[in-house]
């Protein structure tokens, strides 16, 4: 009697297709470089929402000042190393929205937001989904080659990044020395719900990405005199960096978008021709 489930391949018989098995490829090294980075940019922030929940709020900024350079460094290790994925650009974002999206929302609501219950809350959820619905934006348009090249150098909105350091501004200035007062959690929860916004926005804001490729020689030595400067201060006055830093980026703005428009103008009344010719330069 014939079986009602017969083996898929008879013993004489050899499955159609591939008759041979697939050998696995060889991943090489540098393909795991940036996405060990972007890991350790992960942990920092889930470390630093541990950090929030215990109270221990330097140590929680600090962690995602962390993941912040470390976000920094693995995409640029990935153009280095050439080593650029689909993969690796999906686990950025979500990592991104656990150090720059959540960790900050825990980490603000926890320090002063509670103290205006559940209203609180909600603006730190809203920050935390403006969050995602950026890096979801930036994903799309990742796929955009129909760009024209000048528009490489500005981001839409605040980039994630930049929107986890400004928001805890508040947090930089207790550190100085101001009081912490509850009474100015409605302005803060004002001032978290303008970042959420301005991350959303469609304004344009400087990326910084195609800037410094190259410099001229005399600008060599300032260049290192003024970062060994910016680490001194930074390493005796972080807080004060950090508050003078967001104030600053958050001042830049309006000329970013003026820059933007200027060069706007110029690209709509530049030929067609002339237009496709830079792009085709960048």
């Known amino acids: 009697m014939k079986s009602l489930f017969p083996p898929p391949f008879q013993p004489d018989e050899q499955p159609r297709g591939n008759t041979r098995r697939r050998r696995l490829r060889n991943i090489p090294l540098r393909m795991l470089v940036p996405n ?13 929402i541990r950090m929030a929940l215990e109270s221990r709020f330097e140590f929680a ?10 976000d920094a460094i693995d995409g640029r290790a990935a153009r280095l190393l050439k080593s650029s994925s689909r993969f690796g650009a999906e686990l950025d974002s979500l990592a991104d929205f656990v150090s720059f999206g ?8 926890t320090w002063t937001l509670d103290s205006i ?19 979801a934006r930036f994903n ?22 930049a929107a986890a350091l400004t928001v805890m501004l508040p947090i930089y200035l207790e550190f100085i020395g101001l009081p912490h007062m509850d009474e100015a959690a409605p ?31 005399e600008w060599v030595v300032p260049i290192f ?35 933007y428009r200027k060069l706007e103008r110029s690209s709509q009344a530049a030929p067609p021709e002339a237009e496709a010719e830079e792009g085709s330069a960048g």
């Open 102 to 109: 959540v960790a900050p929302a825990i980490l603000l609501f």
């Open 61 to 70: 900024v600090g962690l995602i000042l962390l993941a912040a350079v470390l």
């Open 140 to 161: 799309v348009m990742l796929d955009d080659t129909d760009r024209p090249a000048w528009m490489g150098n500005f981001f839409l909105g605040i980039p994630a990044p």
């Open 225 to 259: 005199g003024a970062c060994v400067l910016f680490i001194a201060l930074a390493g005796s006055y972080l807080w004060h960096m950090l508050s003078l830093l967001s104030i600053a980026y958050l001042a830049m703005i309006p000329f970013g978008l003026t820059y």
């Open 36 to 48: 060990i980075i972007t890991l350790a940019a992960l942990y920092a922030g889930l470390t630093a």
């Open 117 to 135: 219950g559940s209203i609180g809350w909600v603006a730190s959820s809203l920050y935390a989904i403006s969050m995602v619905l950026r890096l």
């Open 187 to 217: 302005v803060i929860m004002i001032y978290v719900l303008c970042i959420a916004a301005l991350a959303v926005s469609r304004i344009p804001t400087f990326s910084g990405k195609r800037m410094g490729v190259r410099i001229s020689r």
